[in-house]
C-alpha cells in the first residue's frame, strides 16, 4: 500500500452526486418519517436500490490515478479486476454512510480479493461522541457538509494519508537463494494491524514473493556470488551501483510497477542483511514520493 496522489474531485462525479443525493435523502427523509408503513418500506427499497447507480462514472479516472493497481495490495485491479470500494460502506443503510455514496474521499479502486474481504464492515473507532445517522428530515446541503465527528478510521486510507511505516513486508529466509524467498507482512501500528487484517493482505503474499524473485532475486544472486569482493571494496562499483540503480528504477520509482511498499520494504531489510552501506549503495527511501 503505497499513497495514492490527491486530486479535485472530477465534475462528472459532483453532477451525479447532486442528481442522486437529492433522489436518495427524499427516500431516506419519507423512509424515517412518514406514517405510513408501506410508503416507508418502499421507500427504503428505493434507496437501497438507488446506491448501486452512478459512482461508475469516476472509475476509469480512479484506475488511472491508482496505475491500474488495488489501493490496499498493489495488484492489478483494471478493467474486469478492479471494483470500486467505499472506504466508509454505504450498506447497511440503517448505520452504513449511504450520503458518502458519490464521494470522491470515500472512493477507491480494489481488487476483488481485498474488496469481498474488507465488504461492509465499518473501518471506524469511536473517539468520542460518534457522528449518527443524519437527524431526519435531513437535506443534501446538510449532508454535503458532513464531517466526521468523534469516529476516527481503524484502517489506512491510501488517498488521504502516507501508509508508509505503518506497514511491513519482510523476507522470511533472507539468506536463502531468491528463488526460494518466502514474504510476511506485519503491522508496525495500531492500524496497520487492523488493515492487514480487515483486508487480508496475507492472501497475496505468494503474490509479492513471486514479483520479488523476478524483479529483485537476480541482483542479489549476482551479488553473492560475488561475495566478499563487493563488501571489502576489491571490486569495481560502477556496474554494481548501476544494476542496483536500475532496479531501484524499475521495482520502486516507476508508479506502475505493483508491490512497490512491499518492495521497499524487503529491500532496506536486504541492504542491511548483506551489508550494502560499504558498497556505496543508497538505503531506498522508506516514503516513496509521488510520480
Known sequence: MVRIQQIAEPAALTQTRRTKLARAVSH???????VDPTK???????????????????????????????AYC???????????????????????WWWLNWSWDNLLIACGGCNGEKSERSPLIVTALASAQPTPPTTVAVLEAW????EGDTI???????PA??????LLNPSANPDDWKVGVNG??????????????????????????????????????????????????????????EMLRVTLREPRAQFRAATASVLTQLWYYDNLGPAG????????PFP
Open 165 to 170: 511505516g505503518a506497514l511491513s513486508w519482510v
Open 188 to 245: 508496525a501500528s495500531p492500524r496497520g494491524k487492523e488493515t492487514r487484517k480487515r483486508v487480508n493482505l496475507d492472501q497475496h503474499l505468494e503474490d509479492v514473493a513471486t514479483h520479488l524473485r523476478l524483479f529483485v532475486g537476480p541482483f542479489f544472486q549476482q551479488l553473492r556470488s560475488r561475495g566478499r569482493l563487493v563488501r571489502d571494496g576489491r571490486l569495481n562499483h560502477a556496474e554494481l551501483n548501476a544494476r542496483w540503480a
Open 147 to 150: 464531517t466526521p465527528q468523534g
Open 281 to 288: 549503495l543508497d538505503l531506498p527511501a522508506p516514503s516513496l
Open 40 to 70: 416507508r418500506t418502499a421507500a427504503k427499497a428505493t434507496l437501497d436500490r438507488g446506491l448501486n447507480k452512478g459512482y461508475a462514472v469516476v472509475k476509469d479516472e480512479l484506475t488511472r490515478l491508482q496505475y491500474g493497481k488495488c
Open 74 to 96: 498493489e495488484r492489478w485491479a483494471s478493467g474486469r479486476n478492479g471494483q470500486i470500494d467505499h472506504f466508509r460502506p454505504r450498506r447497511p443503510i440503517e448505520s452504513g
Open 28 to 34: 431516506w427523509n419519507i423512509w424515517q418519517v412518514d
Open 156 to 162: 489506512l486510507h491510501p488517498r488521504l494519508e502516507d
